[in-house]
């Protein structure tokens, strides 16, 4: 399992590099993400999340937890401008949920795990989830979205959880 970071790490802030080439080092990452995000009870996962800045994330929304997918050099284009709202998490925030308004229905271009071509139009959680995952690529966190008061509170909440884990973590 990979250690993923807490906001309000500045790791977090890092602009994630684009990948060269799928090389072997990189396919044991994707596969670790993989096992974290599920581990984590995540349905996505980038990066820049697991302190590594290049342009990968991993995600599954399927019940059984046996489809993941995987996205390399995303690019991300809204189709509608009309945004809605969503109650959005994060890995990286645990405990701390909130409305984000985004566009919907997105267009996706990226390379999969064999350097194929992806090129899909994707709406509902699926859009919200890849928006999500990019601005992590991005150095942006969902809080940023949020009021400051709701950013100074989710601080705090998250040093109060990363210390319960703590404790728990010593038993
Ligand atoms: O990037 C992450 O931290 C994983 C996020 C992905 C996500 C955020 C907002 C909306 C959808 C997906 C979540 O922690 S995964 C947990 C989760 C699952 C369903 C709905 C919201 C959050
Ligand atoms: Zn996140």
């Given at each position: 399992?990979?250690?993923?970071?807490?906001?309000?790490?500045p790791?977090?802030?890092?602009?994630?590099?684009?990948?060269?080439?799928?090389?072997?080092e990189?396919?044991?990452?994707?596969?670790?993400?993989?096992?974290?995000?599920?581990?984590?009870?995540?349905?996505?996962?980038?990066?820049?999340?697991?302190?590594?800045?290049?342009?990968?994330?991993?995600?599954?929304?399927?019940?059984?937890?046996?489809?993941?997918?995987?996205?390399?050099?995303?690019?991300?284009?809204?189709?509608?401008?009309?945004?809605?709202?969503?109650?959005?998490?994060?890995l990286?925030?645990?405990?701390?949920?909130?409305?984000?308004?985004?566009?919907?229905?997105?267009?996706?271009?990226?390379?999969?795990?064999?350097g194929?071509?992806?090129?899909?139009?994707?709406?509902?959680?699926?859009?919200?989830?890849?928006?999500?995952?990019?601005?992590?690529?991005?150095g942006?966190?969902?809080?940023?979205?949020?009021?400051?008061?709701?950013?100074?509170?989710?601080?705090?909440?998250?040093?109060?959880?990363?210390?319960?884990?703590?404790?728990?973590?010593?038993?």
């Open positions: 399992l990979l250690p993923i970071l807490s906001y309000p790490d790791r977090l802030r890092t602009i994630a590099k684009p990948v060269k080439e799928v090389t072997a990189i396919k044991t990452l994707i596969s670790d993400m993989i096992e974290t995000m599920y581990d984590a009870q995540g349905i996505g996962l980038a990066a820049s999340q697991v302190d590594r800045h290049i342009q990968l994330i991993v995600m599954d929304l399927s019940e059984d937890k046996n489809a993941p997918r995987v996205f390399i050099n995303p690019k991300v284009t809204p189709l509608v401008e009309e945004k809605q709202p969503y109650e959005e998490g994060c990286s925030v645990p405990d701390v949920y909130d409305k984000v308004e985004r566009p919907n229905k997105v267009r996706i271009e990226a390379l999969d795990e064999n194929d071509v992806i090129d899909e139009v994707v709406e509902g959680l699926l859009a919200v989830c890849i928006q999500h995952e990019m601005d992590h690529l991005n942006v966190i969902f809080v940023d979205y949020l009021s400051r008061l709701k950013q100074t509170r989710a601080r705090d909440k998250v040093r109060k959880v990363l210390k319960i884990r703590e404790k728990q973590g010593a038993q």
